[in-house]
């Protein structure tokens, strides 16, 4: 019945791969199948895309300009205003709405900053190893210990408080974590066969790293990016809450600083303190979601569950057998 | 006493599938062992051999549903599961693993790791347990002294002999061995394999040697099983194997296998196993067979005897089915 | 087999040594400990012609594998000298090292690591093409490719072009792997165990390929552990043993009567099919020493069955011994 493909060096029955595994064609990427597969990451990932529609389409769907009275100072939520007003008369909600770009922006900013400089410090670090390594290395260290808030209210007294040295500020700040993850998964790829392989043609280094290094740490990369997006949305916050926010910009920080800055507490107005805050912590948890999802779907490893054995089942002998 | 010490009956193992489905790794596999035996269990990637012995050993995960019974002394440890089998884990029978080598416990002396079967069993105490690890040492090659370094002090042979110091420590009956000598230099596989000879006389231990080797299973075995696809395709003594194969798998295999001083041509066998996720129909091999026929694509050849002690599941040793076609 | 025609050989190695420094450690450094260095590869002579395969044969620490690496100089020799068709390239850097690298062609042991996972099949194969700068356009670059692909036994093409690794079988990805060093169309190819982690029915195969591409013109070095592999492929056998040959010659020649004891020894402990097959295994003591400890005069005579107290005093000469045939040389005092 079956023909054979005989003669020497036969590949195999062409286009029968045996009994390897379907096929996957990864469409779109390792991490836009994680997302699909887990309910956690795709809550998360549903959230920050709710909050960045809202933030993009912020003046359609703000009730009220961010700088418009509409009412006397510290108003209580109603049907009118359900969130109330803060000290200024001003509806807390088309403040939640319009603050939503500025802690957005930042923490994407930022958050692309300290990924490109940190992913570009691992990848060196890690792929040239010897003294480029140890040097980067202790700058890496360097940063890593300056405190960052008073870093950043020096930076912010010297240089003034605009959105862009905000950015600039958490960016350098917080590329450090990025650096050394995607530092230590660079060595290990690194050493795959498939780069010697690369090496022994006399592929340049530029040229294997960005073919086949980057794209074996891009995953890592962009779970580390979206923890920082977390981070940095909270740097911002505290920033502002500081009083070192862009004083012309609204943000969610501004709020809270304004709240208590106003005295909102003595008043019992809670409605100008909680949202703001409710908000950057609802980002914040949906990014950590999202990033930390990605991550554990990258490091098999942390599943232990194969490891136990003896716990197999048995069941009875099959009617058919020969 | 010619009694088997263990019975395999047609012993079948399923995995489930991450993706849904199962994978039927061993279909139906039956062997006997006798006291002193050395038996060959031979195939290649994915053909169930390790699958097997792990089953033997009830070292399978919770994916793995079993049937079929194991018999020591006429009884069967599989009855029921884990409780059964735990009890002549390592004092009945004990295995050597593949990359055993790298099966210790870094942080553990090895010493302490080849004391541990016998702890688990209760069948040592403090200083008897030290003296017993000791001579266990000296008897595969390796100073007595050496029970305190850590596995990374000893070289990869080391650690093999350390993994057979450990299987013996309960004084089982029967040793499985998988790969024993895979990632190892010939010399020290034929120093390893004098090993595994020796002590298998000395403890009048019945072996099984799991590999893809057939020339380590021509020269340690006196008999060996065949698998492919989770089957076992031919068994028999090793001498009739290789002068009087039954199956064209058996023979092709031969064929596949450089000799040193053989002068004929070394084939491959085009293609690849089937997928063990689906039901199989016909003979598994027939897709590859050079003497395919007519009921092999339709009809499952039976592990059928074709000799004193000789076996083969193919169609070409039935005279009624040559006949039929 | 065309095993050579005279001419001058594609490789040509000489005295070649490559050592590694042994890291002294913190503790090491501060109480002055000298500076070691642990000879791999330590004094070894050996050519390749065109349609010629020699195989470099031994086990761990015998610097096989690092001989193989020096020749691609992915590691620096420390001295000696290689010469490719005549050319010295033992410290050739920039473009002398470019051209090497596309005339000299790697193939890994391990099928299942050596392609990028990430590129289809089609991707592998043409990199070299790219990173060289060859081929034309596109379209004569996938003319190419096909053609390598072919030329590695994947027919037809098309079903292999848009494959990702993990759907090939090992055996399909290492020929892949070859197809990517036969783009180039180079002229020597150096396989570092080419079949060991393959299944036996796949092996011959890969190495009947081998074969055909030798006698089409190619000049192969495949480093091997497996003498069997090495007697039936090979034209000639090179035996190492920590870091020396030990013994040279025509294929046939070394497995039937070798002149030197270690290589003795480890024929006669390599299992036969044939459990029939008479054997009188000498199997050695110990293990291969490290190559940090060399024995002084002849490194193998500590576990050498036949040594004499000559022995260690002598550290033997590569040369013809007495009864060999023109080209069969062996380092030992007593052969």
């Known amino acids: ?322 | 006493m010619n009694e088997p010490v263990l019975t395999v009956e047609d012993l079948h193992v399923w995995f489930e599938l991450e993706r849904g489905g199962e994978l039927h790794a061993v279909q139906g596999v039956s062997f006997e062992l006798r006291p002193g035996e050395r038996f060959g269990l031979v195939g290649e990637s994915g053909c169930g051999k390790t699958t097997t012995i792990l089953a033997l050993m009830g070292l399978l995960p919770s994916s793995a549903s079993v049937a079929g019974r194991v018999l020591l002394d006429g009884e069967d440890v599989l009855a029921r599961g884990e409780q059964s089998v735990s009890p002549h884990r390592w004092t009945d029978i004990a295995m050597v693993f593949q990359g055993a080598m790298n099966a210790f416990n870094p942080v553990k002396r090895i010493g302490d790791q080849i004391a541990e079967p016998m702890k688990l069993h209760g069948l040592a105490e403090g200083r008897s347990t030290r003296q017993r690890v000791g001579e266990l040492l000296e008897r595969v090659g390796i100073p007595a002294a050496r029970a305190s370094s850590y596995p990374h002090e000893f070289s990869g042979g080391m650690r093999q002999r350390a993994a057979l110091a450990m299987a013996l420590a309960c004084k089982p009956r029967v040793l499985l061995a998988d790969e024993p000598t895979t990632a190892l230099d010939v010399m020290v596989q034929a120093q390893i394999l004098q090993l595994l000879a020796e002590l298998a006389d000395d403890f009048g231990l019945s072996l099984v040697l799991v590999t893809h080797d057939l020339p380590i299973v021509a020269q340690v075995c006196e008999r060996a099983a065949v698998m492919y696809a989770g089957e076992i395709v031919e068994t028999g003594s090793t001498d009739s194997l290789y002068h009087d194969p039954k199956h064209p798998y058996t023979r092709l295999l031969f064929s596949a296998t450089p000799d040193l001083y053989g002068e004929e041509d070394v084939v491959s066998i085009p293609g690849t196993p089937p997928r063990l996720d689906r039901e199989l129909v016909g003979c598994p091999f027939a897709p590859r067979c050079d003497r395919v026929f007519e009921p092999c694509a339709s009809i499952a050849p039976p592990l059928r005897p074709t000799g004193a002690g000789h076996a083969a599941a193919c169609h070409l040793n039935d005279p009624v089915m040559r006949v039929a076609s | 087999m065309t095993s050579g025609n005279g001419s001058a050989p594609l490789l040509e190695v000489e005295d070649l040594v490559t050592s590694f420094p042994v890291p002294r450690g913190v503790v090491g450094t501060i109480r002055g400990r000298p500076k070691l260095a642990v000879e791999a590869v330590a004094g070894v002579s050996f050519s390749v012609r065109k349609g010629e395969m020699l195989a470099l044969v031994g086990e761990s620490g015998s610097g096989k594998t690092t001989t193989a690496q020096t020749i691609l100089r992915l590691v620096k020799p420390e001295s000696g000298a290689i010469r490719f068709r005549g050319e010295e390239i033992t410290n050739a850097s920039g473009r002398g090292l470019r051209s090497l690298r596309r005339h000299v062609q790697l193939i890994f042991q391990d099928p299942y690591e050596s392609l990028d996972p990430r590129f289809r099949v089609r991707a592998t194969v043409e990199e070299p093409l790219l990173v060289h700068g060859e081929g034309g356009g596109a379209r004569e670059r996938q003319r190419r490719v096909r053609e390598a692909l072919v030329r590695a036994g994947l027919t037809p093409p098309e079903l292999f072009l848009d494959r990702y690794p993990h759907e090939l079988s090992g055996g399909q990805r290492q020929r892949v792997a070859i197809a990517a060093s036969l783009v180039l169309d180079p002229e020597l190819l150096v396989a570092d165990e080419p079949v060991s982690m393959l299944d036996v029915s796949v092996r011959a195969g890969i190495l009947t390929l081998l074969d055909e591409l030798r006698s089409s013109g190619l000049g192969i070095l495949m480093i091997t552990h497996d003498l069997s592999t090495a007697a039936h492929y090979a034209d000639r056998i090179a035996v190492m043993y920590l870091g020396r040959i030990v013994e040279e010659g025509p294929a046939r020649d070394v497995i039937t009567s070798p002149k030197h004891p270690y290589t003795r020894a480890l024929l006669s402990v390599v299992p036969q099919r044939d459990p029939r097959a008479a054997a009188t295994p000498q199997i050695l003591t110990g293990e291969t020493p490290n190559p940090i400890a060399v024995p002084v005069g002849c490194r193998f005579h500590p576990r050498c069955p036949i040594a004499i107290p000559e022995c260690r005093d002598v550290d033997p000469e590569l040369r013809v011994p007495a009864g060999a045939r023109a080209g069969h040389l062996a380092a030992c005092i007593r052969a």
């Open chain 1, 1 to 322: 019945m079956s023909t054979i493909a005989s003669g020497p060096g036969a590949a195999g029955a062409p286009g029968d791969p045996g009994d390897l595994p379907q096929a996957r064609r990864r469409r779109g990427g390792v991490v836009w199948s994680i997302v699909r597969s887990r309910p956690q990451a795709a809550i998360a990932g549903n959230i920050l895309l709710v909050t960045i529609l809202v933030a993009i389409f912020a003046p359609f769907l703000a009730p009220y300009g961010p700088r418009e009275k509409v009412g006397p100072p510290f108003a209580p939520p109603s049907a009118e205003f359900p969130l109330g007003l803060d000290d200024g008369g001003i509806d807390i909600l088309s403040l939640i709405i319009y603050g939503s770009r500025v802690s957005l922006v930042v923490g994407f900013a930022a958050a692309a900053v300290a990924m490109l400089i940190g992913g570009a410090v691992g990848i060196i670090s890690g792929y040239f190893g010897g003294k480029t390594d140890i040097t980067l290395m202790r700058i890496t260290d360097y940063f890593l210990v300056i405190p960052d808030v008073p870093l950043m209210i020096v930076i912010a007294a010297i240089w003034g408080r605009s959105l862009t040295n905000i950015i600039i500020i958490i960016g350098v700040i917080y590329w450090t974590g990025t650096a050394r993850i995607i530092r230590a998964q660079v060595k290990s790829v690194r050493e795959r066969v498939y780069i010697r392989r690369a090496q022994a043609l006399g592929a340049s280094d530029s040229r294997i790293i960005f073919r086949h290094v980057l794209p074996q740490v891009a995953p890592l990369l962009v779970a580390n990016t979206v923890l920082t997006v977390a981070v940095a949305i909270f740097a911002e916050t505290a920033l502002a809450f500081l009083g070192l926010g862009d004083p012309s910009l609204v943000s969610w920080g501004r709020m809270i600083e304004n709240a208590f800055v106003s005295n909102a507490i003595s008043v019992d107005a809670w409605w100008a303190i909680a949202p703001p805050g409710i908000a950057v912590a609802v980002v914040i948890l949906a990014c950590t979601l999202l990033g930390t999802a990605i991550e554990d779907a990258l490091n098999p490893r942390l599943r232990v569950g194969h490891l136990s054995v003896r716990r197999f089942r048995l069941r009875p002998v099959p009617k058919d057998a020969a």
